[in-house]
């Protein structure tokens, strides 16, 4: 791949990492959107994506936790059974048509999140505890699916956590960048038992991606995020999900 192409691409990365760090996420369905314009195999797409979450979900949880919006009791009835799901879903070797369609289907839901005003759950009252009943085939699910994707599974498990009254916004993202990371780590150790990736190669990635989390996390933990920088990546997204589609169908 040439310098320019590297560039293009670091440069959206860091973009992206921003983006999502702001509320939380690592962006790995940003970075498959991205990765997806350009000619990555699906392994490489998937293994550079985990890669980079665990980068700037790293850097947003501890955000998050020194702004103390972090519980623990909120996350774990998530992660007792997401994390063995993200390793056997990274374990799983999809044929290319049916990872295109998964993987647009999850950018598609991204980009919704992502487009939607984010001011109705401001003033969101928690009122319930964790179900165990709820969050465990939940985090069960959204690991699997993650580790066969390779996302962290955050933007399935926020609006879940808001909508039930579980947790406040800051709380929410919290507690799903530390989801993220762990998942992001288990998925990665899936594929590793299988195959090896070159880390080399991601190096002008990962500095992207490092710069735009701290950017991002710092803004989304302390002041306000970008809605319409957030609803120009949400059309990305759905560009990105189109093309994938139409490789699908072709």
Not at 6 to 26: D, F, K, P
Not at 211 to 235: D, E, H, P
Request: with cysteine; net charge positive; hydrophobic share 60%.
């Amino acid at each position: 791949m040439d310098i320019a192409t590297t560039i293009v691409i670091a440069l959206l990365v860091c973009i992206v990492a921003a983006l999502y760090s702001s509320v939380g996420h690592g962006g790995a369905s940003g970075y498959l959107a991205v990765l997806s314009l350009f000619a990555y195999t699906t392994r490489e797409m998937s293994s550079t994506a985990l890669v980079l979450n665990v980068l700037v979900s790293t850097i947003g949880f501890v955000a998050f936790l020194r702004a103390k919006h972090f519980r623990f009791a909120l996350a774990w009835p998530f992660l007792l059974l997401s994390i063995p799901g993200a390793f056997l879903g990274g374990l799983v070797h999809v044929s290319e048509e049916a990872y295109y369609m998964l993987l647009a289907a999850v950018l598609l839901v991204a980009a919704y999140r992502l487009s939607r005003n984010g001011s109705f759950v401001q003033n969101v009252t928690v009122t319930k505890k964790v179900s165990l009943e709820i969050a465990l085939p939940v985090g069960a699910g959204i690991g699997f699916l993650s580790g066969v994707v390779g996302v962290g599974g955050g933007i399935f498990l926020s609006p879940l956590m808001i909508l039930l009254g579980w947790a406040g916004p800051k709380q929410t993202a919290a507690v799903a960048a530390f989801f993220i990371l762990v998942n992001s780590i288990a998925g990665i150790g899936g594929r590793l038992v299988q195959h090896t990736f070159d880390v080399r190669s991601m190096v002008p990635f990962l500095v992207a991606a490092f710069l735009g989390g701290l950017l991002g996390s710092y803004f989304g933990a302390n002041k306000f995020t970008g809605m319409i920088l957030r609803r120009v990546l949400a059309v990305v997204l759905l560009l990105a999900a189109g093309k994938l589609v139409l490789l699908v169908i072709r």
